[in-house]
C-alpha cells in the first residue's frame, strides 16, 4: 500500500516538474514540448508531448528527474529481469502451441498420405474392364479401339 502511494506521489510530482516546463530538453538533445507522464514502470516513464507519445529509460533521465521519479536502480533492473523472464515464458509457450499445431497437422497429412496410398494400390490390383486394344482419353471419357492388323498387313474396318 505504501509502495502504491509512493509512486502515485512521485508520478504526480513529476508531471508537476514536467508541467512546469513548457520545453524539455533530453540528454539526446532532443526537445519536447508541454510533456506530461502518461505511464511509469519502475524502468521506463511514458511521456506524452505535443508531437506524440515516448517511453524513455528513467536511466537516461538528468539526475534531478530521476530523483523526482524516485527512480531505484535496484528496483528497476529487478523488473526488467521480471519482464524478460516472463517474455521468454510467453514465446516459448507460443512456440510450444505452434509445435504442436504443426505436429498435429503433419499427422492429418500423413494419415491422408496413407488413404490415397491405399486407394492407389486398391485401383492398381483392381482389374482393368478395358480390353488389351482398348485405350481411354480421360478428358473426354471417350474410349477407343486399336485396330489390330490382318494376317495380310491390312487393317479391319471394324
Do not use: C, W
Amino acid at each position: 500500500m505504501k509502495k502504491s502511494i509512493l509512486i502515485i506521489l512521485a508520478a504526480i510530482t513529476a508531471s508537476f516538474l514536467f508541467a512546469a516546463d513548457t520545453e524539455y530538453r533530453l540528454a539526446n538533445g532532443k526537445v519536447i514540448r508541454n510533456p506530461y507522464i502518461i505511464d511509469r514502470t519502475p524502468a521506463t516513464v511514458s511521456i506524452g508531448h505535443d508531437s506524440g507519445v515516448m517511453t524513455l529509460s528513467i536511466a537516461d533521465l538528468p539526475e534531478e528527474t530521476r530523483k523526482a521519479l524516485n527512480f531505484d536502480p535496484a528496483a528497476a533492473k529487478a523488473y526488467l529481469e521480471r519482464t524478460a523472464k516472463q517474455q521468454a515464458q510467453a514465446t516459448q509457450r507460443r512456440m510450444a502451441e505452434e509445435n504442436q499445431r504443426a505436429a498435429a497437422e503433419e499427422q492429418k497429412l500423413q494419415k491422408r498420405i496413407r488413404e490415397l496410398e491405399a486407394e492407389n494400390k486398391k485401383l492398381k490390383s483392381t482389374p482393368s474392364i478395358l480390353n488389351s486394344n482398348q485405350s481411354v482419353d480421360f478428358n473426354t471419357g471417350t474410349i477407343f479401339i486399336r485396330h489390330r492388323p490382318l494376317r495380310n498387313g491390312r487393317h479391319s474396318r471394324y
